[in-house]
């Protein structure tokens, strides 16, 4: 049964540079998250899709920061222009079910920005 | 006042004893609680869901809940030097628009010696 798909799992690219994040959910998983992780600030919920339609993008940082799920096997997470601050490592996480069960993470992104 | 907040670490514990990790939460409103173990360099994994007061065993692992004085707890027996991780205490508010949203405490870092 396969898990949370990410790719590319290293992603090293200069400051100004656009940056797409992938993800495939669990097949059958209805619900889509996006964390970001950093010593500072632990692990923070960026955006989160239901059925494909943005939920709750409260903690996403700023504009250059914007996420896409075209279909329920895909979503994109996009940075332009990158930023050194934004160096961090980036997962996705799906469940199903009613919104309360537990989700499950992909490996990550460990994004290096220059 | 941090909406899920976790005891200070790093936690050392020797092998073989009982390890003893706690959260509380702010918001009543709560129903979902997990326990996520993270190594370093991994993503987080789930080791434990609780969704009624009282205590739910796992092998090792029990976790509580007491939904009253907003407080659930891990209790890890046995431990072993492969039980050194972050543990992550996580919740979900049911209901409006925090549905389905996962909120993460700060994370307590457990090493067992031997």
């Known amino acids: 049964d396969a898990g949370v798909i990410q790719s590319p799992r290293h992603e090293v690219t200069e400051m100004g540079q656009e940056v797409t994040l992938r993800c495939k959910p669990i097949?059958?998983?209805?619900?889509l998250f996006w964390y970001r992780q950093t010593m500072m600030r632990g692990l923070e919920l960026l955006i989160y899709?239901?059925?494909?339609?943005?939920?709750?993008d409260s903690g996403m940082p700023e504009d250059r920061f914007s996420a896409k799920m075209p279909n329920a096997s895909f979503s994109t997470l996009k940075i332009q222009p990158s930023e050194p601050r934004d160096s961090a490592v980036y997962f996705c996480?799906?469940?199903?079910?009613?919104?309360?069960?537990?989700?499950?993470f992909g490996d990550g992104t460990r994004l290096s920005i220059l | 006042q941090k909406e899920v907040e976790q005891n200070s670490g790093p936690l050392s514990v020797p092998e073989g004893a009982i390890a003893s990790l706690n959260c509380t939460y702010s918001?009543?409103?709560?129903?979902?609680f997990f326990w996520y173990r993270q190594y370093s360099g991994k993503s987080p994994e789930l080791i434990m869901s609780?969704?009624?007061?009282g205590d739910k065993e796992d092998g090792r692992f029990t976790a509580q809940l007491n939904k009253a004085s907003q407080y659930v707890s891990l209790l890890i027996r046995d431990s072993q030097p492969s039980d050194s991780a972050t543990y992550l205490c996580?919740?979900?508010?049911?209901?409006?628009?925090?549905?389905?949203?996962?909120?993460f405490g700060q994370g307590t870092i457990l090493t067992v010696h031997p």
């Open positions: 996480a799906s469940t199903s079910g009613q919104g309360s069960q537990p989700q499950h």
């Open positions: 097949s059958g998983h209805d619900y």
């Open positions: 899709f239901n059925n494909n339609v943005p939920i709750d």
């Open positions: 918001d009543r409103g709560s129903q979902s």
């Open positions: 609780i969704y009624s007061n």
């Open positions: 996580a919740v979900i508010k049911d209901g409006g628009t925090s549905y389905g949203k996962l909120t």
